[in-house]
């Protein structure tokens, strides 16, 4: 079956860091990208979708200059969390889609900022 | 807009009950439905979906779910529980299948011996 893999699966770094967090689509061409974040014992909240080669489609309430996303590629999304703070500790996990097929999920990026 | 409304945080069950987990969705286009689990510290694995077609939809590790049009449901059902399957359980709705998807609450599904 279709593999996304998400890399690094976890940082612990000090505030002020910028982080970058890969997402792969391994066997497939992905056209469109999400990035979801989870917070402890809650559901997934869309941060932002995006189409390889044109800018990200941003939810409402996310900061764009804050998590910078890039889709060069059609097997590569990357999330940036730029000077990270504590409030910015989260789950994040990056899902791939491919036409109508349903989108494959990474296994995560646990992000813990000190 | 879109929304998922999943019944009941925490789900406990004895292994070998049935296992029914409740989602009720809201869409002004057809839905598309799904079910995802989640295990600790992963990413979500899709166990089912519902696009067109038949109501019932049958998914891995034996899950299977309806769609009731009706009800504006699409509840997750195993007739028999088994300890591996205790996980994060969460239902969602797209507007098309690569569309981007609208998550419930998820449940967290306890089986005991």
């Known amino acids: 079956g279709a593999v996304v893999s998400q890399h690094p699966s976890r940082v612990i770094c000090k505030s002020g860091t910028s982080v970058k967090i890969e997402c792969r689509s391994l066997d497939f061409q992905a056209t469109t990208m999400f990035w979801y974040r989870q917070f402890p014992k809650q559901s997934l909240m869309l941060m932002a979708t995006s189409n390889e080669g044109s800018k990200a489609t941003y939810e409402q309430g996310v900061e764009k200059d804050k998590f910078l996303i890039n889709h060069a590629s059609l097997t590569l999304s990357t999330l940036t969390v730029t000077s990270a703070h504590p409030e910015d500790s989260s789950f994040y996990i990056c899902?791939?889609?491919?036409?109508?097929?349903?989108?494959?999920f990474g296994d995560g990026t646990r992000l813990s900022i000190l | 807009a879109q929304s998922v409304t999943q019944l009941g945080s925490h789900v406990s069950v004895s292994e070998g009950a049935l296992v029914l987990l409740r989602c009720n969705y809201s869409s002004s286009v057809p839905p598309y439905l799904f079910w995802y689990v989640q295990y600790p510290n992963q990413g979500l694995q899709l166990l089912l979906k519902y696009t067109t077609g038949a109501t019932l939809v049958k998914g891995i590790n034996g899950f299977e779910a309806e769609f009731k049009k009706s009800e504006t449901s699409f509840h997750l059902t195993k007739p028999s529980a088994h300890m591996s399957d205790a996980a994060e359980y969460f239902c969602a709705v797209s507007d098309g299948t690569a569309s981007k998807l609208t998550f419930g609450t998820g449940t967290r599904l306890q089986v005991t011996l």
């Open positions: 899902s791939a889609g491919q036409g109508p097929q349903p989108q494959h």
